[in-house]
Structures are given as structure tokens and as C-alpha cells.
């Protein structure tokens, strides 16, 4: 299976709400990033919490990491129609490599 | 350039062709990436490019799959033969990497492969 699975899937909510989405992997990390996907096409980086990070905030992102679960959670609030995209955690490994592993994605739909 | 590009943009071609996508990374990034998506899928990783260290090569699906980065910059990704399970978006990231914790990739729009 992947390194990162995102849950849910798909999340659906109204515009003003939160939402949050969760990533987990399975091996040691150096850092995990999350990304969004409009439209299917290219991926913008949002933020990048490193290994030695628990809380990292960046606008309404807040993302938290907890390397004992091996999990991590992006939060957007107060959402806007323009949120509304796919969001992938990538992880970056400890060593060896500088592949990153991408998780399956949530499909995140805000309606106005 | 301001970011990375790809090209083409889309390409429709018959089972069997051979296909080449190329990649122009952010000038100065030291990585390039290669993935794939398809539809509605998660990213696989196909292959990465840093500096002058050997390609790694773990995630190419089959030996129908050829990467390559001239002069340290540009790349080409080549499928041969291809088939229609290649259908996929091809997607180009670049990093620029220094010693230390692993940086944030920079992806291209993509190239939309529909083969036939």
C-alpha cells in the first residue's frame, strides 16, 4: 500500500466551515509536505512541517504532525469556494533517497 | 524561466508509438521529477534526477519507460510502445536541493498522454 493515505477521500462541506483532512505513512520522515491540485493538472505546495515539528501555521492552514502515529492533519478554516481542489500529503524519507511518496489525495468541495 | 514547463500539453497517440514528454525545470534547481497520475488517482513516482548522481529509477513501470536530463536541466521522459493503461497525466517537479532537509517541489502544468 502507499506510504501516504489520506482520509476522507472526498469531504464536502459549506463555505465559512473547516475542514480538516488527515495523512498517514508508514515509514520514518524527514519532513511532510501537502500540496493542492486544481483541475487535475499541476500541484502547488501549501507548507512544510519538518520532522522535529508538532504545529506548523501558514494563513488558515494549520498543520500538525505526530510522528508517533506516524499521522499527520491539515486543517483550512473558514473555507472558500476557491479551497476547492484535491490536497495531497507527500513524504520525504529519512535518508538515502530524495523521493518523495504522495498520498492518495481528498477531494475537498466547497459550496457557496 | 518563472516556473517549470512541460510539453505538449495534451498528446493523443495509437497504441505502439513511441511518445516523448519533455520538461524544463526552474533554472538552478539541482532535482527534477518525474510522476504519474492517472485519473483520479494519487501521484506515483517514477523517477528523479539530482545533480550528478545516478537517476533513481525505482518507480519506472516497465522497461518501455527511459528518462533522461541533458546538461543537467532539461528533461525527457520516453515511452515506448505505448499502451493504453500509459494513459495518464505526466507531471515534472524540480527542488532546488542543498545539504540539509528535503525542499518543497515546484510542479509543472502536466502533459495529458491518451493513448488509443
Known amino acids: 500500500s502507499q506510504q501516504g493515505e489520506e482520509d476522507p477521500q472526498a469531504l464536502s462541506i459549506q463555505e465559512g466551515e473547516n475542514a480538516t483532512m488527515n495523512c498517514s505513512y508508514k515509514t520514518s520522515i524527514n519532513n511532510l509536505q501537502w500540496y493542492r491540485q486544481n483541475s487535475g493538472r499541476g500541484l502547488v505546495h501549501l507548507i512544510l512541517i519538518r520532522s522535529n515539528e508538532r504545529e506548523k501555521h501558514s494563513g488558515r492552514l ?25 490536497y495531497f500529503c507527500a513524504t520525504a524519507l529519512t535518508s538515502g533517497t530524495y523521493k518523495y511518496i504522495f498520498g492518495t489525495g481528498t477531494r475537498l468541495k466547497v459550496l457557496a | 524561466g518563472a516556473g517549470v514547463s512541460q510539453s505538449p500539453s495534451n498528446k493523443v497517440t495509437e497504441k505502439g508509438k513511441d511518445v516523448e514528454l519533455r520538461c524544463d525545470p526552474i533554472s538552478g534547481h539541482t532535482a527534477l521529477y518525474w510522476y504519474r497520475q492517472s485519473l483520479g488517482q494519487g501521484l506515483e513516482f517514477l523517477i528523479y534526477f539530482q545533480g ?65
Open chain 1, 62 to 86: 494549520r498543520v500538525t504532525l505526530d510522528t508517533s502515529k506516524k499521522s499527520s492533519s491539515l486543517l483550512i478554516t473558514a473555507s472558500r469556494a476557491a479551497d476547492t481542489a484535491s
Open chain 2, 52 to 116: 550528478n548522481s545516478a537517476p533513481d529509477k525505482s518507480g519506472l513501470p516497465s522497461d518501455r519507460f527511459s528518462a533522461e536530463r541533458t546538461g543537467g536541466s532539461v528533461s525527457t521522459l520516453t515511452i515506448q510502445r505505448t499502451q493504453q493503461e500509459d494513459s495518464a497525466v505526466y507531471l515534472c517537479a524540480s527542488s532546488l536541493i542543498v545539504a540539509g532537509p528535503r525542499e518543497t517541489q515546484y510542479f509543472g502544468p502536466g502533459t495529458r498522454l491518451l493513448v488509443l
